[in-house]
């Protein structure tokens, strides 16, 4: 079994930045790629970034490209989203998720951590 556990969250203001721990345990060494989506109050889950194993590289939305980077720390199993030039409009909850085969779907997926940001 693979648990994710996301972190980081929190109340800042716009213009703040945080950063978004994923810290995987159990089973899983490896995986194909991690991937950061968020869940605003009467939205939609919406994908926000994501980040393969093989090669390190990134993918965004365009709602956060330039603003957020997404990267990842082997040796500590820990994926990682740095969030710059926070606007109210990122308010959510953000999940990390793993797709450790590359299927096409996300395997596991964390309990979520509560970003506020204030105008």
């Known amino acids: 079994q693979v648990q994710l556990v996301e972190s980081g969250g929190g109340l800042v203001q716009a213009g703040a930045s945080l950063r978004l721990p994923c810290a995987a345990s159990g089973r899983m060494l490896s995986y194909y790629r991690m991937g950061w989506f968020r869940q605003a109050p009467g939205n939609n889950r919406e994908f926000v970034a994501r980040i393969l194993w093989g090669d390190s590289s990134t993918f965004y939305a365009v709602s956060v490209k330039g603003r957020f980077t997404i990267s990842r720390d082997n040796a500590r199993n820990t994926g990682y989203l740095q969030m710059n030039s926070l606007k109210p409009e990122d308010t959510a909850i953000y999940y990390c998720?793993?797709?450790?085969?590359?299927?096409?779907?996300?395997?596991?997926w964390g309990q979520g951590t509560q970003v506020t940001v204030s105008s």
């Open positions: 998720a793993v797709d450790v085969n590359g299927m096409g779907r996300y395997d596991y």
